[in-house]
């Protein structure tokens, strides 16, 4: 199919279409626009270096992650450093949560602050997973970790999130009583 | 409580794998029990509902956010110049080359004009003198 496309054409085709949802991955990654715009840039760089490795077929989006994810790394080495979190496997734990439902009143910004507010560990599961819609074992292939690893940070960041958001609403006087007389 | 019957998933292990549930990464079976739990079960179906709601609004929230303009032209110069550096990093060296050569420039000027303080002070004091670095001793010898 594409036996007879130029690599230039071929990368237009398979890389070019995720550029916006790389920046908005990077930009919740790094919390700067003009960080994230450089390490874009960045990634469509080393993609189009290492372009001729890459096999057609195979998932350039999932590939053009982990080049991201590689960069916000080694940026974030540059810079500063999140506090690293001690990895635990408390995935039945995480998973019995209190959740809340995500109040109509909560806006858009205060969701993706209670999501920059993750550790990012369990933000670039959430993102990968709830936003970019990636498998489980995608995601483990592009942060390399493994896919236990992949559902525990998840588990543990989607908690995370519903908790930070069920306390917002408290404060907006939403939600005190429902969770008492519903659990089974 | 929602009675358990033989082979039925707790509320427990159900929200334990209703995540996995979600993101549709059980096998068949496992979602078959799934099912059958939300027929019994409505706070977990409720649960469900929630955590999808909370999935669709944090992906709506990430995706509206506005790319800059003009990033995919960037993004295709910098491709066909892989070599240059990034403009960012230009404008910065540009600006300590301009502060340079403006400092170069000043100090030529205050030191070569006839009739500047400097020119002024050690008018009595030749080019060459100047140059060997004898200035600051000739007044003293003269």
């Keep these: 199919m594409c036996g007879d496309q130029s690599p230039e054409e071929r990368f237009e085709i398979e890389a070019m279409p995720h550029l916006n949802d790389l920046f908005r991955t990077a930009l919740r990654m790094t919390g700067e626009r003009g960080q994230a715009e450089d390490v874009t840039q960045e990634v469509y760089l080393q993609a189009w270096r290492s372009f001729k490795r890459f096999e057609a077929g195979t998932n350039c989006r999932a590939w053009l992650y982990k080049i991201l994810f590689h960069c916000v790394s080694h940026q974030r080495r540059k810079g500063f450093r999140f506090p690293l979190l001690k990895e635990n496997e408390e995935f039945l734990v995480a998973n019995l949560v209190q959740p809340a439902a995500v109040a109509q009143e909560i806006t858009d910004g205060e969701i993706l602050a209670a999501l920059d507010d993750l550790p990012s560990e369990f933000r670039s599961v959430v993102l990968l997973v709830d936003v970019e819609e990636f498998a489980y074992k995608e995601v483990a292939e592009i942060l390399a970790i493994p896919t236990g690893t992949v559902m525990s940070r998840l588990s543990r960041g989607r908690g995370l999130l519903r908790t930070h958001l069920a306390e917002l609403a408290r404060t907006y006087g939403i939600g005190k009583t429902r969770r008492k007389d519903t659990r089974s | 409580m929602t009675q358990i019957g033989f082979g039925e998933?707790?509320?427990?292990?159900?929200?334990?794998?209703?995540?996995?549930?979600?993101?549709?990464?059980?096998?068949?079976?496992?979602?078959?029990?799934?099912?059958?739990?939300?027929?019994?079960?409505?706070?977990?179906?409720?649960?469900?509902?929630?955590?999808?709601?909370?999935?669709?609004?944090?992906?709506?929230?990430?995706?509206?956010?506005?790319?800059?303009?003009?990033?995919?032209?960037?993004?295709?110069?910098?491709?066909?110049?892989?070599?240059?550096?990034?403009?960012?990093?230009?404008?910065?060296?540009?600006?300590?080359?301009?502060?340079?050569?403006?400092?170069?420039?000043?100090?030529?000027?205050?030191?070569?004009?006839?009739?500047?303080?400097?020119?002024?002070?050690?008018?009595?004091?030749?080019?060459?003198?100047?140059?060997?670095?004898?200035?600051?001793?000739?007044?003293?010898?003269?």
């Excluded at chain 2, 002070?121 to 140059?131: A, D, E, I, L």
């Design chain 2, 9 to 142: 998933l707790s509320c427990q292990k159900f929200r334990a794998k209703l995540d996995s549930y979600i993101d549709n990464e059980l096998l068949t079976e496992g979602n078959l029990e799934m099912v059958e739990h939300f027929r019994r079960c409505t706070s977990c179906t409720q649960e469900a509902q929630d955590r999808r709601n909370l999935r669709r609004r944090l992906r709506d929230a990430v995706r509206e956010v506005p790319v800059p303009a003009g990033l995919e032209q960037r993004v295709r110069d910098r491709l066909r110049r892989p070599n240059q550096p990034q403009p960012k990093k230009k404008v910065f060296l540009l600006a300590i080359a301009a502060v340079l050569g403006f400092a170069s420039a000043s100090f030529r000027f205050v030191t070569r004009v006839p009739g500047s303080p400097a020119t002024r002070r050690y008018s009595h004091v030749s080019s060459s003198q100047f140059v060997n670095g004898s200035v600051f001793r000739v007044p003293w010898h003269s």
